[in-house]
């Protein structure tokens, strides 16, 4: 039973952009607060942005003032823009719901030149 949905990983050149995409259900969506994580290799995992169902952002150090994220509450899409990439930034990410353990199955965002 897939409820979240990622899309819109690639790979991009340092400096570059790429927005990614999280199709989730609606009973999901409408309750949660959602939330993008990632994880490179060797590293622990990491909570990159969050908002909540009325809109309230909150963002990890490391990507704040580059990354946005944004709710489509029509299209029960969560979505990231992330801006200014640094070959850092490269890792599996993921979207989903925290405070009920429920991520997706990740997205692949590598930023090398």
């Known amino acids: 039973q897939v409820q979240l949905v990622e899309s819109g990983g690639g790979l991009v050149q340092p400096g570059g952009s790429l927005r990614l995409s999280c199709a989730a259900s609606r009973s999901i969506f409408s309750t949660y607060i959602m939330a993008w994580s990632r994880q490179a290799p060797g590293k622990e995992r990491e909570l990159v942005a969050t908002i909540t169902v009325s809109g309230t952002t909150n963002y990890g150090g490391s990507v704040k003032g580059r990354f946005t994220i944004s709710r489509d509450n029509a299209k029960n899409t969560v979505s990231l823009q992330m801006n200014s990439l640094k070959p850092e930034d490269t890792a599996v990410y993921y979207c989903?719901?925290?405070?009920?353990?429920?991520w997706g199955q990740g997205t692949q965002v590598t930023v090398s030149s």
């Open positions: 989903g719901a925290p405070n009920i353990m429920t």
